[in-house]
Structure formats: C-alpha cells, structure tokens
C-alpha cells in the first residue's frame, strides 16, 4: 500500500497541473489516469490561452439561429435528437444561463482566474523547459457580415470596463498579418493579451515530466474505484493501491462517474467539439488562431498541421462521433484559408466539461472530508488549468489563496 498526501484523478491539462502545483509545495502526489497525460480533450484543442474573454460562449437566444440549428443547417452548431431529452435538463439551464445580465456576471467571475492565466502558465511552461510552445501573438476573430460585427459592440464596451484589450483591424492590416487569408470578411479584431500553444499534448506532458522530476507519481488505475478506506481515500491502480488523506477529482467530463455514486450531483453538461488537422496549399501559413466568427470554426497552426476545430455538439458524451460539420464548414474554411488535404483518415473527437454558467468547479467538495474538485472548464480548461492547480494546491495547503475561491464553489447549484 503507497500512501501519499494527494491522490489526483485525471491527467489532462487540468489535474496535471494541480499535481504539479501540489508537487511543487512539497506534497507527495499520486496521479492517476487510465491513459497517458493529455491524451482525452486535452490533446485536441485550438491552444488558446485566453487572458481576454468577454462573454462566455452562449446559447444562442436568436430566433433565426435557432431555428437554423433546429433544422442541423448551423455549421458551428449539432445535436443529436435521441439524445435531447436525456440532456434536456442541463440544455435548459445553460440557455438560462445565456441572458446578457447572466453572461456579464459570469465574465465578470471568472476574469480574475482569466486574468492571470498566461502569467501562470508561463511560470509552468518555463519549468517544465515547455516555453517553445507558447505564441505570443493573440488571436483573431473574423466577421463576414456588419451586422456580426455590430453585434459584437455591447460585448466590447464591457470588455473595455473589464480590461480586455480588442483592436479593430481594417482589411490592410488583418491581412499583413496574416497574409494567407483571403479577403472574404469584412471586419476583423486583433485580441492581443491572448497567446496560444503549437502542441497542447506536449505541454501536459511537459508538466507531468516536470511533476515527475519533484518526485510526483504518475500511475495507471481507473479512477471509479475511488473509495473511503480507515478514513482515508484509496484508489486501485496497476501499481496496487494508493491512499491519501486527499483526493482531487480532476477528471474533466468524466469527473460525475466518481462524484455520483459518492452522493455529489453537479449540473455537468458536454459540449462536444471535433478537430481534424489539414495541411495547407503550397506556402500558405497562419501566425496564430484564427477565428471565423459566424460560420462557427477556428484555423489554428499546430505541429501537426493547420488544425480546424469546430463549435459545439450536443450529445450524449458517449455517443459515437458524428462530424458532419465538417461538411457545413469546408467550403466556407477553404474560401478563407488554403487548406489542402487533411492528414490524418478521421477526425478527433473531444468533449467540453460545461457547467451552465461557464464557471469551473473548484474547491473541496460538499459532505466528504479531503474531496476537492477541480472539473467544469468548459470551452476554457486549458486557459485555466494553470491557475485552477495554484488555487486548489493554495487551499489544501492552507494558504492565502490568490484569487477568492468563493464564485467557483460546488455549492452555488444548490
Ligand atoms: C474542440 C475543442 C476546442 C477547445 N479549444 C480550447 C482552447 O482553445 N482553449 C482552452 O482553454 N480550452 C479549449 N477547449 C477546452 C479544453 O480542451 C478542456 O476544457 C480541457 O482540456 C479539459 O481538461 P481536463 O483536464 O479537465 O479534461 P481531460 O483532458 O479530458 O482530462 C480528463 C482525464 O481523466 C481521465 N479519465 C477519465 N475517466 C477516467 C477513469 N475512470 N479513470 C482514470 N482516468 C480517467 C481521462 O483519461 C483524461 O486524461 C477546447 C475543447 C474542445 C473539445
């Protein structure tokens, strides 16, 4: 039997970073996943760090919108009708979630942890010897009609009294910076307090080698075996059991597997998302992401290619893939950038851990001793993995954490 002080459950973006935050404090630390670290949602994402976010992603509240995603005509938007009523229940709380008045309070919730999300990730990236995989050059967003663009102005107004930074570009200028994008939008705003990551898997496991060299354990176990044993938590992995006073859950859409039959019921709700990698035409390139803001898509350049990521889908989180967007999307991504043939046969599933109100789930969890939870990251979890693992690693430890704690409680859906 190993004993440690924490025992984290899911190595994605997220619970690496709380291991490594834990590590770093002088715990000794169990991470546990049934796969390699990065390898689910954390591997597949469009590598924006995002220190400037307004709104949150909203349900769309538009009649047209909606009834262009009724009729699966919405190139950013899928849903599967067998599932709708199993998640009906969350869907109708993330469109109650979706009012204006809901979306500035929750941007304004979550802006400190925004705030000092790049900061925090490039303490990590310089540690883990990660800095080259980090951009510096913001991200774009792109609107093809006037009237997107105007309907963009409230957001940026109360971006400003927040301090996000947007600035208008004219074509001239979006296309010096971008020169491979073809003129076929007519506004653009440059975001420059945003940074994005070329290979977000290497970076999670940059940080778990890191974890690993202050002598953090990485193991192989299935974390729904996590059970109370002489008041400790235990947990079997291939190594045997671990047990330890504390046990973060950190297991981003999968974290309600371990949390419901321990009595703890979050409003938890998937927002599925593909990406398939493409290479591009002849010298073509991108500096930084790109996002084509109607049609519902991002270009970004990764290692592996221009990688496409698409917005969300609403399904059951087990359901096999359906990339039909792909099919919407192309001829509009095309027109925009010179893609060529995808490299790899399909395209990658991932799956969004949402909570309704856009806030993760952060702190310890209600009615069970030494339970924390660090999930819910939603359309942001690898913006906010670094600062969600200095804060729970600061509240078990007993610190004076650096942001307060109290708007990402579990209890807030009570
Ligand atoms: C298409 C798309 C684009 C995105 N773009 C961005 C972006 O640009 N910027 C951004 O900040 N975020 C983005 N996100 C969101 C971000 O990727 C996620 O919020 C984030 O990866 C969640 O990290 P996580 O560590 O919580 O979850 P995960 O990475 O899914 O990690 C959970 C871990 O738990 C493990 N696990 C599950 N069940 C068990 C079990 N029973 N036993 C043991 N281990 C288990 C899994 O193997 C996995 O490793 C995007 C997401 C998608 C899908």
Redo the contacts with the bound molecule.
Sequence with gaps: MARTDAIV?????????VALHLAKRGLSVAL???????????????????GASVFPTAFPRSLKKLIQVALKRAPEANYHWGDLIKIAPWLISYFNFSTPEKLKESAVKLRPLMSHAIAEHKLLLEEAGAMKYLRETGWITLYRSDAAFEGMKPQLEFGAQIGVAAQPLDMDGTLALEPSLNPVFRHALMWPDVA?LSN?LKV?QAYAARYQTLGGVLLK?????LHRAHGRWRVETEEGPVDAANAVV??????P??LTPLGIKVPLGI?????RHYHAKGNAALSR?VIDTEIGY?L?PMEQGIRL??GAEFADRDAPPTPVQFDRLMPYAKELFPLGEPNEPEPW?????NMPDALPVLGRAPSQDGLWL????????????AVTGRLIAELMIGATPFVDPAPYRAERFK
């Design positions: 459950l899911g190595a994605g973006i997220v619970g690496t970073s546990v996943d049934r796969r390699g670290p990065g390898e689910e949602t954390s591997y597949g994402n469009t590598g924006v760090i995002v994005s977000p999670t176990g299935d974390a729904r075996k950190a297991m981003g859409p999968w974290s597997d371990v927002k599925r998302g593909y990406h992401p991002a970004t990521t698409t599933l991932g799956r969004r851990p660090a999930f819910g990251h939603g359309h942001w979890g690898l913006t906010l993995a």
